[in-house]
Nanobody, 121 residues
């Protein structure tokens, strides 16, 4: 079984920064794409940033230039550095990963439980 545990959320003023971390643990043979999604009250969950392989990244237009996704493969961890935060960034942020538990199994999609980010104006 694979688990994703997020940390780093909290309350910050507009213009501030936060760094989210997400560590994968359990039976892991390899991890393909890892990403961050968010869900604001009354809205659908949306992709924030995705990282796949060594260099491929993808960002939502609303966070380009402000957020940076990175990963440490040795630690099975993905990070989201969030700068110049805005009140509209307030949401629960979820970590997502496609994990192969063994070399004989296909990738499984795994979600973390989420961490709350609140940006005050």
């Amino acid at each position: 079984q694979v688990q994703l545990v997020e940390s780093g959320g909290g309350l910050v003023q507009a213009g501030g920064s936060l760094r989210l971390s997400c560590a994968a643990s359990g039976s892991i043979f390899s991890i393909n794409a890892m990403g961050w999604y968010r869900q604001a009250p009354g809205k659908q969950r949306e992709l924030v940033a995705l990282i796949s392989g060594a260099v491929y990244t993808n960002y939502a237009d609303s966070v380009k230039g402000r957020f940076t996704i990175s990963r440490d493969n040795a630690k099975n961890t993905v990070y989201l550095q969030m700068n110049s935060l805005k009140p509209e960034d307030t949401a629960i942020y979820y970590c997502n990963a496609y994990v192969r538990p063994s070399d004989t199994m296909r990738s499984l999609e795994v979600w973390g439980q989420g961490t709350l980010v609140t940006v005050s104006s």
